[in-house]
């Protein structure tokens, strides 16, 4: 079956950085396009970053230029590099895999961003 394991969540002060990472198992990786998405309290969970199998990226407009999604398709990786946090931030984020009609969700990892 499918698994992840996310890791580097965690408390940041504004300003600050941090990184995500997601291994996944059980799906040829280099097929899937993955994401990176995030849910607020209250709010629907929202597209943060998209990398495809070949390394095209598209971020949402609320995160251009301070985050970057990277692929490791060796060791089955997606990872979220996040500069210069803002309270805004907060949420849980998940991973996210897909091909074709399937796709697949990370259980998330909390970043709260707080001073």
């Known amino acids: 079956q499918v698994q992840f394991v996310e890791s580097g969540g965690g408390l940041v002060k504004p300003g600050g950085s941090l990184g995500l990472s997601c291994v996944v198992s059980?799906?040829?990786?280099?097929?899937?396009?993955t994401a990176w998405y995030r849910q607020a309290p209250g709010k629907q969970r929202e597209l943060v970053a998209v990398?495809?199998?070949?390394?095209?990226?598209t971020y949402a407009d609320s995160v251009k230029g301070r985050f970057t999604i990277s692929r490791d398709n060796a060791e089955n990786t997606v990872s979220l590099q996040m500069n210069s946090l803002k309270p805004e931030d907060t949420a849980v984020y998940y991973c996210?895999?897909?091909?074709?009609?399937?796709?697949?969700w990370g259980q998330g990892t909390q970043v709260t961003v707080s001073s």
């Open positions: 059980g799906i040829t990786f280099r097929l899937y396009t």
């Open positions: 996210h895999v897909r091909w074709a009609t399937l796709q697949y």
């Open positions: 990398i495809t199998g070949s390394g095209s990226t």
